[in-house]
């Protein structure tokens, strides 16, 4: 089994900083796809950003040059770095993983979501 733990959520206000984390552990063999997902109350949950295993890198349009992702393969470990808060980012963010387990199954994991809110 794989478990991802999130961390990082919070209250700020706009125009603050947070930075969130998502750590899998388990019967890991490799990670492929990490990402970051958010869902706000009454909307469907959209991609916020993705980061394949080569590093490479995109983004939903609406955080382009505010949010960061980044991964730290050595920790199982996934970032984003969100700058310049809005209080349209309020949402539950999930992160979600692509792995390759010990038995060489691929599947998706999800993350129990963490809370971001962004007053005005």
């Known amino acids: 089994q794989v478990q991802l733990v999130e961390s990082g959520g919070g209250l700020v206000q706009a125009g603050g900083s947070l930075r969130l984390s998502c750590a899998a552990s388990?019967?890991?063999?490799?990670?492929?796809?990490m990402g970051w997902y958010r869902q706000a109350p009454g909307k469907r949950r959209e991609l916020v950003a993705r980061i394949t295993s080569g590093s490479s890198t995109n983004y939903v349009d609406s955080v382009k040059g505010r949010f960061t992702i980044s991964r730290d393969n050595a920790k199982n470990t996934v970032y984003l770095l969100m700058n310049s808060l809005k209080p349209e980012d309020t949402a539950a963010y999930y992160c979600k993983f692509r792995v390759v387990t010990a038995t060489l199954r691929e599947s998706d994991y999800w993350g129990q979501g963490t809370q971001v809110t962004v007053s005005s």
């Open positions: 388990g019967s890991i063999l490799s990670i492929n796809d």
